[in-house]
């Protein structure tokens, strides 16, 4: 009984604790309940949340898209305000120059005027016919001078204007004040406005003073346009010999370097050999590809003095389609002194630097008003004011231009022509110059090498070579050397025997003895013995018909070769020989001319 009362009360403990665990899964289960409810609220406003966080991001997205285009229009309006800025600047500053530039150079507009007036010959007609009193024509000519004491052109029509009234002490004033204004400006207007009043002699003399001050290093647009004057005779035969005087002398003058404290001579010759060299004609990689191979270490220095040998003939061509009258064309004016007029006209209306640099801030200013304030595209069609002047070019320079680059130079046809003879002697001294460094490339004898063998013939084309003898040679010795290449065919018998004891023992003693794949490995060496022997002891006759055919095909090639070479030497030195007498006919084409023909 005892034992039945304590087993009971663990009995009774576990039920107890069982009850005890459902009362609290029941609360538990209460509690989940609850759990479950609060979740789902937490997953209502998890939802209201999110759409709220939704209508947030898109109120920020059209945030940033107002904040964009405000951004926009701010960046538009400070960049149309900058510009809008530097249009009020620039017409401010506009407006200030122009008030200056009339102040200071307005009068200059009417000297000039008054200039071209003067030196037109009507004017000169005018004044002789006494339709127009001189008195009024000097009291007009000392108002500019009044009016304008420091510009060159001032003085210059006042010594015009002393020249209708023959008045000739003040004429000489007037000439050395504008001389010393501006010396090379004012000798270049007394030359054209003597040459337009029909004084030659007078204007020549001019002409000569202008041409000892200017600096053959910088010569400017001016020069160009009355070389073409003065090559088209416009100002008198005196005026064009002072001229040729002048340019042979800035021609010996560019001949001559510096060295210390030396001077030292320079050849005219080598300032244009590698303009000339450059005209030479090039051979083609294709061209005498026979010669070339049989000569290979020789050809470099042939291909050279070949190509320069042809320096004469591809000048004079040159020379012919770029003067197509030859160097002493008949250079008469043909519109009635057109030059001397484009050339005095410019010369007046050039403007003065002072002058140039206030209208070219002008013009600065106009271009950025024209593109409302934008500063790069105002630089960008940034042009010069000053139209076909561009800056001074040495004199070499210039006669470069003339002869080799017609189409960038500024002279006309006559003026080229002109240039052409001024360095005439020194392009002849460059081609002669070219013609012995080509004649040091040319040797007396010349090796051609075919197949082994050699040969040196001359290269005079007066001595006749007979290519006969030179192929049958070199076939008969080629067929020597494969008919010695064919005896030297023969059987190898300390192979064969090799070969032979080496498959025997191999298929006697290794096969039979081994299995699988070694079996198969060494039988196979035992048949390639067998069959080596074979072509050995049977093969003879077709080893040697190899031989022959490759014998025949060599002989074939190289006396094919041999006689391109032969062909190709003759007509390769014929024709370098014939280049070399075209200097005597670019000589001829520039020879003196008659007395009847013009500068």
């Not at 007037?174 to 501006?182: E, I, M, P, R, V």
């Not at 191979?293 to 050279?304: F, I, K, M, N, V």
């Not at 008003?369 to 076909?388: R, Y």
Request: proline share 5%.
């Amino acid at each position: 009984m005892k034992d039945r009362i304590e087993a009971d009360s663990p009995l009774d403990r576990l039920t107890e604790r069982l009850e005890g665990v459902g009362e609290e899964q029941v609360r538990h289960g209460g509690r989940l309940d609850a759990f479950e409810d609060g979740l789902q609220g937490v997953r209502a406003n998890v939802v209201r949340l999110r759409t709220e966080v939704t209508e947030v991001r898109e109120k920020v997205a059209g945030l940033e898209s107002a904040v964009s285009d405000t951004r926009t229009v701010l960046d538009a309006f400070i960049e149309q305000y900058g510009r809008d800025r530097e249009v009020a600047r620039a017409q401010a500053e506009l407006a200030r120059l122009t008030t200056v530039f009339h102040a200071d150079f307005a009068q200059r507009k009417q000297t000039r005027a008054l200039a071209r007036g003067l030196v037109h010959t009507l004017t000169a007609q005018a004044v002789r016919r006494k339709m127009v009193n001189t008195i009024t024509v000097r009291s007009c000519a000392e108002e500019r001078m009044l009016l304008e004491p420091a510009y060159w052109l001032a003085p210059a029509i006042m010594a015009v204007a002393a020249n209708f009234r023959d008045e000739t002490e003040q004429g000489e004033r007037a000439q050395a004040h504008a001389c010393t204004l501006d010396a090379a400006k004012a000798n270049l207007f007394f030359a054209l406005t003597s040459s337009r009043l029909g004084n030659e002699a007078e204007a020549a003399a001019w002409m000569d003073t202008y041409l000892q001050s200017l600096d053959p290093e910088q010569l400017g647009q001016d020069f160009c346009v009355v070389l073409d004057a003065i090559a088209s005779n416009e100002l008198g035969e005196k005026a064009l010999s002072y001229t040729r005087q002048a340019m042979a002398g800035w021609n010996q003058s560019t001949h001559r370097m510096s060295v210390g404290n030396t001077i030292t001579d320079m050849s005219g010759a080598a300032q244009w050999s590698d303009r000339l060299r450059n005209l030479r004609r090039q051979l083609p990689e294709d061209e005498y590809a026979a010669l070339r191979e049989t000569c290979a270490d020789q050809w470099d220095a042939l291909r050279y003095g070949w190509e320069l040998a042809t320096v004469p003939e591809r000048t004079l061509a040159y020379l012919r389609r770029t003067f197509p009258d030859g160097p002493y064309g008949v250079d008469q004016p043909v519109s009635y002194n057109r030059h001397v007029e484009t050339a005095l006209e410019r010369l007046i209306n050039q403007l003065e630097p002072d002058e140039a640099h206030l209208q070219e801030q002008m013009r600065r200013l106009e271009r950025i008003i024209e593109h409302e304030g934008d500063l790069e595209a105002a630089a960008q069609s940034d042009e010069s004011p000053l139209g076909p002047e561009t800056d001074p070019v040495p004199f070499v320079t210039l006669l470069d231009q003339a002869v080799f680059a017609p189409d960038t130079a500024r002279l006309g046809p006559p003026a080229r022509r002109m240039a052409l003879r001024a360095i005439w002697p020194s392009l002849e001294g460059a081609a002669d110059q070219v013609v012995t460094k080509s004649r040091r490339h040319l040797p007396r004898h010349v090796t051609l090498s075919v197949a082994g063998y050699a040969w040196s013939l001359p290269t005079d084309p007066q001595r006749i070579v007979d290519p006969v003898p030179l192929i049958d040679d070199l076939a008969a010795r080629l067929e020597q050397r494969t008919q010695a290449r064919s005896d030297a065919v023969v059987r190898r018998w300390p192979r064969v025997c090799s070969a032979l004891l080496f498959g025997t023992v191999t298929g006697a003693l290794v096969v039979p003895f081994v299995d699988g794949s070694s079996r198969i490995l060494f039988s196979l060496i035992t048949l390639i013995a067998v069959v080596w022997v074979a072509w050995e002891i049977c093969g003879l006759p077709l080893r040697k018909r190899h031989v022959r055919e490759q014998g025949d095909q060599l002989r074939h090639e190289a006396v094919g070769t041999l006689a391109k070479a032969l062909k190709q030497r003759e007509d390769f030195f014929t024709e370098w020989h014939e280049n070399l007498q075209d200097l005597a006919a670019l000589a001829r084409w520039a020879g003196t001319p008659s007395s009847n023909d013009h500068g």
